[in-house]
């Protein structure tokens, strides 16, 4: 079993930056491959970014250059910096995990460990 808790969401202008953290417990963050996803309203939940256990990094195209994702083990933490946000990245962010890990994950269906969502809102 793999416990994940979110938090650093909140309220930015346009531009600005957040940093999510989502702490893991029952596994550590290097033997899971891990994902960012995000669910805004009325959408379906999709795939933000993705780190596998080995360290293979995944994002998808809105927000390449702006996003970053990166863990700490000795934390056995995940991050996702958000820098240059925008209007249409406002949505719940949830942090995800695949146990045992069998590399880069980039399908909902992949992930059998969830957390219970963090909300980001982008004021433009």
């Known amino acids: 079993q793999v416990q994940l808790v979110e938090s650093g969401g909140g309220l930015v202008q346009a531009g600005g930056s957040l940093r999510l953290s989502c702490v893991a417990s029952?596994?550590?963050?290097?033997?899971?491959?891990m994902g960012w996803f995000r669910q805004a309203p009325g959408k379906e939940r999709e795939l933000v970014a993705a780190?596998?256990?080995?360290?293979?990094?995944y994002y998808t195209n809105t927000v390449k250059g702006r996003f970053t994702i990166s863990r700490d083990n000795a934390k056995n933490t995940l991050y996702l910096q958000m820098n240059s946000l925008k209007p249409e990245d406002t949505a719940d962010y949830y942090c995800?995990?695949?146990?045992?890990?069998?590399?880069?994950?980039?399908?909902?269906?992949?992930?059998?460990?969830w957390g219970q969502g963090t909300q980001v809102t982008v004021s433009s």
């Open positions: 995800a995990a695949r146990s045992p890990p069998y590399g880069l994950g980039i399908k909902l269906s992949e992930y059998g460990y």
């Open positions: 029952g596994r550590t963050v290097s033997n899971c491959d």
């Open positions: 780190i596998s256990s080995r360290g293979l990094l």
